[in-house]
């Protein structure tokens, strides 16, 4: 993945996304228009999901140096994987685009 000319790997900033909450089941990142989309899946309430914005936009700005754009919370389940257990991110891309997500709650940092 390349953001503003450099190039990360989406499985890191995932991972330190899922450990920041028990809340948080499943997580993943894609580029949009210049901007990191963070997409968690929430295992809580739906009150949890506003508390997840700040933690989720604060671990990856301490441990990847980049600002998030947007974060979606999603229900269990919609983040796509494919057979052999590989997250389907541009197919969940497509999806944010189209507004088929359903999300809990969308935060547009901008």
Known sequence: MELRGMRYHPIDIETSVIR???SITECAVFTWTNLLVVVVELDGSE???LDLVPLVTNVV???HYLIVGVVVVVDIGVIPINS????QRMHLRDGFLADQ???IYVAYNM
Do not use: F, I, S
């Not at 052999?84 to 997250?87: A, D, F, I």
């Open 20 to 22: 920041a909450h028990k």
């Open 47 to 49: 009150q949890e999901a």
């Open 61 to 63: 700005l301490e441990e």
């Open 84 to 87: 052999r257990g590989e997250k």
């Open 101 to 103: 997500l359903d999300p």
